[in-house]
């Protein structure tokens, strides 16, 4: 079983930024990586994600405001968030998805996936 830490969630004021980083043991071609969030009573959805070559993929909301990267070197995984938004408060998991097209991480997803334990990002108005 790997591991995936996040850190880099806090409070922001609406229209800042936040750097949100996962370290994990998923490295190699066969995982893709993704940045999910959840609300209370919502399920965990995909809304960035990146395979091992970099071609990534964003749920329409955070299409040109969120921006996600990995460093296959150190096992990291990074999203860069700008303009963020009150709707944007969430958890924030990092996951590793196996043998599976960033395009089908996003949203709801069903298949086999790892989690880490969250990190809460809470942006004020």
């Known amino acids: 079983q790997g591991q995936l830490v996040e850190s880099g969630g806090g409070s922001v004021q609406a229209g800042g930024s936040l750097k949100l980083s996962c370290t994990h043991t998923?490295?190699?071609?066969?995982?893709?990586l993704g940045w999910f969030r959840q609300t209370p009573g919502e399920e965990r959805e995909g809304i960035a994600s990146?395979?091992?070559?970099?071609?990534?993929a964003y749920e329409d909301s955070v299409q040109g405001r969120f921006t996600i990267s990995r460093d296959n070197a150190k096992n990291v995984l990074y999203l860069q968030m700008n303009s963020l938004k009150p709707e944007d408060t969430a958890m924030y998991y990092c996951?590793?998805?196996?043998?599976?097209?960033?395009?089908?991480?996003?949203?709801?997803?069903?298949?086999?996936?790892?989690w880490g334990q969250g990190t809460q990002v809470t942006v004020a108005l």
């Open positions: 996951a590793a998805l196996p043998l599976v097209n960033p395009i089908d991480a996003l949203g709801v997803y069903r298949g086999v996936i790892y």
């Open positions: 998923y490295g190699g071609r066969m995982y893709s």
């Open positions: 990146i395979d091992a070559d970099g071609v990534t």
